[in-house]
């Protein structure tokens, strides 16, 4: 998967939660966007199934818009893989 598809299944999943038709920006927090913490939670379990990996709480914390998760993920492929 490139950079493109990941940062597109990640908007899907961030319109999902935020309850969003259309998609976000990709810069944009998700959490201005209005996700609360149990938003966030649901948010990062659904990355980990999609993408098959576990991302510590620490990390998670981080993970605010689709670019930074998008980069993470990457990230860690690299690291992985």
Not at 36 to 54: G, H, K, N, P, Q
Request: proline share 2%; hydrophobic share 45%; with cysteine.
């Amino acid at each position: 998967m490139n950079k493109e598809e990941i940062k597109k299944t990640l908007n899907r999943i961030a319109c999902t939660m935020l309850n969003e038709k259309a998609p976000i920006d990709n810069d944009a927090n998700v959490i201005e966007l209005g996700a609360d913490s149990l938003d966030m939670i649901e948010m990062v379990m659904a990355i980990e199934e999609t993408f098959f990996l576990d991302i510590p709480d620490a990390d998670a914390e981080e993970l605010l818009t689709v670019n930074k998760m998008a980069d993470y993920l990457i990230k860690k492929e690299n690291n992985n893989g």
